[in-house]
């Protein structure tokens, strides 16, 4: 349990910028096509958060950390 709290507390950012995208995205996507399915758009979370760790890890890479 204080791994997935340690997560959650390193990753709120991600996560929550992931969900917010996603429900638009998922809308978006529905609207368009005219009918519900599933499709690549609910991928948006976890492309979200690894991006932001990809990004963050190029940081410090960049500062020689």
Do not use: C, H
């Amino acid at each position: 349990m204080r791994k997935v709290r340690q997560l959650l507390r390193e990753n709120w950012i991600p996560i929550t910028v992931g969900i917010l995208l996603t429900k638009w995205a998922v809308g978006y996507a529905y609207r368009m096509r005219g009918y519900d399915a599933i499709g690549s758009e609910w991928l948006i979370l976890p492309f979200t958060i690894f991006i932001f760790n990809w990004g963050k890890a190029a940081l410090e890479d960049l500062r020689g950390e």
